[in-house]
């Protein structure tokens, strides 16, 4: 038994290996081929020599605008009042696309939340050592609006654990703590969509198991959706366990980057926004009719698109903060991210031609989100190809194209900047959550580039097995020891209900 426990991490490496060295060789391997015998045969590859720097840049120019709006208009967060992005009021577009919630807005934003309810999400198995420490901070720091506070821990698990017992004490002690065991079911998703039937709160918020928001969580998001212009808001996400090693190091200033300065600027830039799985309020009657798909490997990423085609918004706001576990182990960052990769490549494949024909979304919201979709899923790939051609050219002894040299400054200084440039606006509006030092913010600029071609390298792996039809979800370990889940079904293994 022994020598299985210790053989099975290798034949798990080996497996991923091969993937690697498959996937590359055609991504890399036969493009090399072929720009060879393009070559020899007295053709040119100036075409991509000047194409793939562009969309480099395209993607530097995202970054580096998101990053200045982010630092010229951070404050507008704090006065909670709806309005057209800067890009749209650029070109004066109007605002007559957006649906307004079914709830009339409130004059006075500032007055409490309605009954409001929280779901968290869990995967007992894998998050027992953590939920009573989640549970119990809830329910001793969130803020109770007026009307009525009610915390739901949806769960599945294979079969009863001793912890459901001390759970049930619990929800003696505290009458608000519902316990919703969800039996038969093997998602997330599921969890929550069975916790919608019975939430009696006007306002549900999602969490995960190992997130803790802030006290005044329902408080913030409340003077968005009394405007009746949203119909969800999306909060911040904070690592908290940042000094466990260089990795969640790197986690920590990454999400900084993204929940500080690209999420946010969604709604600066184009007044548009999404649901990131958990720390999100949505108004419940509209989350009761969108719901989560189980078939979905990014369910919230799917809802978002469905919530946005039907004509609602989503707001995001970098001051409803919560506190989360980053994964500590390389396995555990490899089986998130390339969940992540794979489910926003099925988000694309489903929604990118309802989203051009769509008249819910205007025209810089439809370009944002085909920028998000389908042109980042296919960047990896092109992406990739700056190194077969440069091997074509080495193989057949020819000189590259003549390209005059302010454009290669330009492109090569344009993409190494942007990353840099994101991170320090990420540093300069970083939350009072994070104790992350400026080192740390450094260390990850010049981590970037190698950062960058590891996640390149998971994201083909996860466009393979898609079209492999791999679409197994593998549990990020919880705890402090990032220890691997307990054996029993995962939370979810969803190719056979996707078949």
Not at 234 to 247: A, K, S, T
Not at 347 to 360: E, F, N, Y
Request: charged letters at 20%.
């Amino acid at each position: 038994m022994k020598k299985e426990l210790l053989h099975k991490p290798f034949v798990l490496f080996g497996a991923i290996l091969d993937k690697i060295i498959f996937t590359h060789v055609l991504v890399l391997g036969l493009p090399t081929i072929l720009y060879y015998c393009v070559l020899v045969n007295g053709g040119d590859l100036v075409v991509l020599h000047l194409l793939i720097p562009i969309l480099y840049v395209v993607t530097s120019v995202v970054v580096m605008g998101e990053a200045l709006a982010t630092l010229t208009a951070y404050r507008s967060f704090r006065r909670y009042k709806p309005q057209r992005g800067l890009l749209q009021k650029w070109i004066g577009q109007d605002r007559q696309h957006r649906r307004v919630t079914q709830a009339p807005a409130v004059t006075v934003p500032e007055l409490q939340p309605p009954r409001s309810s929280l779901i968290v999400a869990a995967y007992l198995p894998n998050e027992q050592d953590i939920i009573f420490e989640t549970l119990e901070y809830i329910l001793g720091t969130i803020h109770r609006p007026p009307a009525g506070f009610e915390l739901i821990l949806a769960y599945n698990r294979p079969e009863r654990l001793a912890i459901e017992a001390e759970l049930e004490a619990m929800a003696e002690k505290y009458p608000e703590l519902v316990l919703l065991n969800v039996e038969g079911s093997r998602s997330k998703a599921e969890n929550i969509n069975e916790a919608l039937k019975i939430v009696t709160g006007d306002v549900t918020g999602i969490l995960d198991a190992d997130h803790r928001p802030n006290p005044d969580c329902f408080e913030r998001a409340w003077r968005w959706l009394a405007t009746g212009q949203y119909a969800a808001v999306q909060g911040r996400n904070v690592i908290r366990n940042y000094n466990e090693n260089l990795l969640a190091r790197l986690i920590g200033v990454e999400f900084e980057c993204m929940y500080g300065v690209s999420h946010p600027a969604k709604s600066l830039l184009v007044d548009t926004g999404m649901f990131c799985g958990s720390n999100g309020y949505w108004r419940t009657s509209i989350l009761r009719r969108v719901k989560f798909s189980h078939r979905m490997l990014t369910e919230d990423i799917d809802a978002t698109l469905r919530a946005l085609l039907r004509g609602h918004n989503i707001m995001h706001d970098p001051n409803i903060i919560t506190t989360e576990l980053a994964p500590e182990s390389l396995k555990a960052f490899w089986s998130q991210r390339k969940r992540w990769a794979q489910g926003w490549l099925e988000v694309a494949l489903k929604h990118q031609m309802p989203l051009i024909r769509s008249r819910k979304l205007d025209g810089w919201q439809k370009v944002y989100w085909s920028m998000l979709l389908i042109y980042s899923a296919a960047f990896h790939f092109i992406a990739l190809q700056v190194f077969p051609m440069f091997i074509g050219l080495t193989l057949s002894q020819l000189e590259a194209p003549t390209v005059a040299q302010e454009y290669v400054w330009f492109t090569t200084g344009m993409t190494l900047l942007s990353g840099p440039i994101q991170a320090l606006a990420a540093w300069a509006v970083r939350s009072r959550s994070t104790k992350q030092t400026f080192f740390d913010y450094v260390f990850y600029c010049i981590a970037i580039p190698f950062y960058c071609i590891f996640k390149n390298v998971i994201a083909i792996i996860a466009i393979y097995d898609h079209f492999m039809g791999d679409r197994e979800w593998v549990v990020t370990a919880r705890g402090s020891s990032n220890r691997p889940a307990p054996m029993g079904l995962p939370y979810a293994d969803v190719r056979d209900r996707a078949s």
